[in-house]
């Protein structure tokens, strides 16, 4: 891939943020005047428990780069424990992605409280650096989604 | 009468697809299915029956039929182009002609089915005798002759030799093209082979234990009486309703029309579609067919009565036994028309 | 396998059981099928031998719903799914009798037929009293000696063990057939480059052709409205496109099932295609067992399944990209 056509690249990134937390992060970020990528979408979720492993491949399949789950920090869950729910089932989720030979990184979860704003565009920032540097996502994408 | 060595077949097969699509049973992953040929494909001639039947040449399971796209406040539909290339199957088995033989009838009477047409139009078989048939054969019941397929062009693999005869003008066309690769076996010797096979394979089918199966008393006027038997109550228990019957099926041609937003557009596509299902034929009000007793049923009672009633008497089960192979809960059409024959004979 | 009809006729005329759920001879040597038999007479044809190996215990689901109660035959690795099922009140332990069967590994007609054995006649050596190590097997085109355990299911070879979890009691001896390490083949995966396993995973699944058989005869799978069925929204996938429906399926039909699949391997079994589907159910216990404890779903009827419970320490999904 030439330079120019990978400076072309603007990944598509989903971020599913949980309501209580992460969504109010965001919205920190927002206040506070701190920048984060707009190829980032938010969805914003009740809880991370919320994330249906169906949400996440369903945005690859409809040619998402990256997705990302936010939630509240272990032990802050608005429900009690959500997160320690969404926190097992995301690590075998990616595991399973791995075995099936998905490149490492394309899926996150990160933490995010209603205080850190910067967190939030922090990590952000980080996420869409490594989603441009993995490149478009062909392995989980659906061909007849595809922009011709 | 045409003659070729079969270690020269893979030349023949790259002289066919130079020009035009090949396909023939390829082998993925251990299971063979046809495929289109590539020169690196792993061609599987000796396998008697592919997992699938090869009616999807003709009947692609899923397909696309025309896309919508919306531009501004002004939608755009651009309709799928119809097959216009001449393509060449080879290695089809007499029984998976004969269920094309089945699937015209569906697709080419009246309203026709300009995809499946075009399809059958620019399509060229070449049908491989079966060499040596297996005890889930029973092509003989419905009248199919494996030893020698009715196809554009009928082959028979004796030994390291394909004996290759053109039966049709598009098989005699086919043909032509290939002269170069094809020798001519005029001589007493290659006929003597051909027959000499011929009547192993004839042999061999009336030898195998479904070949003298009776379809007795199916036929298109016994609907009710076979509709309302209490032996589809017993019969159907251990069926798990997948839809791996109807899926390796030659004959089976229903299918269901769905809509998948591409995000860019609404692509309408048509893909195969099992009366196993539950929500087949699925209408606004429901389900014509609520319990798996009647979408059992319905399998059946269309191959051997519903058929046969549109169609001069002609089932629409050709024999291949892959659905008495690869059913989990090894249920068949077989075992339906003996249990069947079990209770008449028990009433006679 | 008298023993086994005798106690079931027994239990028919004394009225303990209403219906008896079993196998019923095939009309070729290696096709039995599961079958109800409410009358002692219709026992004739009941059969128990190398190729009865489909799991009953998801037929026991319908029968929970029936009146009276129902005999049921379980080999050793069923008895796990039935009592899964149970855990999940999928099943009434009331309305089942449980007769465990002895088990000596169970046979794969697949298997057979990829040694390029074909015009099966007859074969002898199937059968549980058979004390022949090899299977005889007459073919139209001669006759052809196996060894038992080289047409055996992938699943026996990586079997569980011998001893029922669940049962009313217990007829028939076992021999032990495991001789090989479950986690093997996942394991062989793993140390794959991130290419070779898509590649691996893109020619095994491009072979899907969306029959739902796999789903259909899982114990797991007992939900009366499959996601994949509905067509309320845009779940329901029924395109067998080359792009990413088969892997989606596939990998949400693992994760439903991550934590309760007891690995019966009835998946593996019934796929037309022979696609190796329990490698997806073997990744996510292997996963399971290193991250959050070994766990054997329907080995007990207490403990609370791995993705029903949680640890405040558990590992944090970063864990992925170190561990591969």
Redesign the interface.
Known sequence: MSIEAREEFKPKIVAFCCNWCSYAGADLAGSSRLSYSADVKIIRVPCSCRVN??FI??AF?RGADGVIICGCH??DCHYT?GN??A???????????????????R???EWVSAAEGVKFSQTMHEFVDKITSLGKNV??????CRKS | MYKIKREDLPALFQKIAADQELYLPVS????T?FGVWREEAEVDLDT?KT??SPKDVFFP??ETLYTCYREGKKLSVEPETLKEQDFVVFGMKACDIKGVEVLDRVFLSDPIDTFYAARRDHGTIVALACH?????CFCKVFGVDAAHPAADVAAWMVEDTLYWKPETEKGQKLTEKLADFLEKAEDAGSETAVAEEEEKIRS?ME???YSHLSLEGWNGDVLMEKFESPLWE?LY??C?????C???CPTCQCY?I?D??TGQGVQR?R????CM???FT?MAHGNNRTSQKERFRQRFMHKLVYFPANNDGMYSCVGCGRC?E?C????NI??VV?AFQEKEGAKA | MQEIVNRAKELLADGTVKRVLGWKA???PY??????FEKEEDLEEFVYNGFCG?NLSK?MIEASKMEGKTLVFLKPCDTYSFQQLMKEHRVDREKAYIIGVGCKGKLDIERIR?MGI????SIAGANLEDEAETLTIV???GEKEVPYKDAMLERCHVCKGKDHMIFDEIIGESKETKDGDRFAE?ER??A?S????????Q??L??C?????C???CPACSCRKC?F?S?KF???Q????????E??FH??R??HV?GRCTDCGECS??C????PLHL?NR??IK??DE??GEYQAGADLEERG???S???D????????E??
């Open positions: 492993p169906m491949l369903r399949e272990p032990g424990s320690y729910y926190r097992r089932r995301m690590t075998l989720l990616f595991s399973m992605l791995d075995f099936i030979g998905v490149e490492n990184g899926t996150r979860v392995r989980l994408e659906d061909l007849r | 993925t992953a251990g299971q299915n008697l997992v699938k399971q899923s040596e048939p297996e005890e889930t061999i030898e195998l234990p017993e228990k251990p798990l309703a997948c839809g791996t109807t899926f390796v269901d769905k998948y937003d596509y893909c195969w579609d099992s299902y539950s929500d699925m008495v690869k989990p809960a090894s249920l077989v075992k003996k | 095939g009309d070729l096709n039995p099928e599961p079958a109800y489909a037929y990829r074909k015009g099966i006649k073919t139209l085109y996942v995966i793993e794959m991130p290419e070779e396993k898509f590649a691996f995973f020619k095994e491009s072979k052709i969306r029959c739902n058989a789903r259909n005869v996601v069925d067509n845009d779940s329901a029924k395109a067998n496109v080359d792009s990413f429906e892997k989606m990998i949400i693992a994760f991550a079994r019934v037309p295609q022979g696609i997806f990744k996510f996963d399971i991250l959050y791995p993705l029903t949680y640890q405040l558990d590992a944090e999904p970063g864990i992925v990209a561990r591969s």
